[in-house]
């Protein structure tokens, strides 16, 4: 249950960062149909203001997400928006970047959350996993598809199976967590690897993910093309041309984004 006096999700802006907080403390801040609304309004926002360069998404209190709230998913609601999927979030990632701040527990489409992002920042005694199987039920979150890629296929297919909790040890170990720091500090260091990636050029940050998510997949033979697709309109932009400036005149580049 949460407080009807406050909002399910709370947005912020932090310079060049939007800081997107689900805000179910009291339901360990699992996702009903009001969040995911409101997750994915955010995530709309990161996308259309060219002054956004980052995001971040966490959860208030000492957790990060439970996944979908099962009450209100008996009640009939669906935690989902229209092309963007469960959490207004997994189905279509924002093209800016995203970094996961996770306390406590990512558990089931809180993991899955997690893993839509595009870095995870994590406190010591976090703990992440997809316990579906144990329910009955599968991962159907993007769980299965991307956390192969993060952690291979072996150590995926154990997690995935067995249910069981991750430690964030383990996650960091595997990959699928990019830095580890002290209980209560996944929010302030998360804003931190924002702010430096917010620093550098944002056509050239946006196309860098891009080709990081889409490359994957590309044909060998086509590679090159493709990436020269992303990269070309970068190249030729007022961005580069000040980046460069800016290095010769040993100052720092003003972006424009464009």
């Not at 947005?11 to 997750?39: H, M, Y």
């Not at 955010?42 to 966490?58: C, K, P, R, Y």
């Not at 990060?64 to 189905?91: H, I, S, T, Y």
């Not at 996944?186 to 860098?208: H, R």
């Amino acid at each position: 249950m949460s407080d009807p006096q406050q909002p399910e999700v709370l947005v912020e802006r932090q310079g060049a960062v939007l800081v997107v907080t689900i805000n179910r403390p009291a339901a360990k801040n699992s996702i009903n149909t009001a969040a995911a609304q409101a997750i994915g309004a955010a995530m709309d926002s990161l996308d259309e203001d060219d002054s956004l360069f980052v995001g971040v998404i966490t959860g208030a209190g000492a957790t990060f997400c439970a996944g979908m709230d099962l009450k209100a998913f008996l009640a009939g609601e669906k935690p989902q928006v229209p092309g963007r999927g469960f959490a207004g979030l997994v189905e279509r990632p924002p093209s800016t970047p995203l970094i996961a701040a996770v306390e406590g527990f990512a558990l089931a489409g809180g993991f899955e959350i997690a893993l839509a992002c595009d870095l995870i920042v994590a406190a010591e005694d976090a703990s992440f996993g997809l316990p579906e199987v144990k329910r009955g039920l599968l991962a159907g979150g993007g769980g299965l598809l991307r956390l192969p890629r993060k952690a291979g296929l072996p150590k995926a297919t154990e997690w995935a199976l067995t249910g069981d909790r991750i430690g964030a040890a383990e996650a960091h170990a595997a990959g699928v967590v990019n830095r580890l720091v002290p209980t209560g500090q996944a929010l302030p260091a998360a804003l931190e690897l924002a702010q430096q990636i917010a620093g550098n050029g944002p056509l050239a940050v946006q196309g860098t993910k891009r080709i990081l998510s889409e490359g994957q997949g590309w044909p060998a033979d086509e590679a090159f093309a493709r990436q020269w697709e992303i990269y070309a309109p970068i190249r030729a932009s007022a961005d580069a041309q000040e980046g460069a400036r800016a290095f010769t005149e040993k100052r720092a580049p003003v972006w424009q984004g464009r």
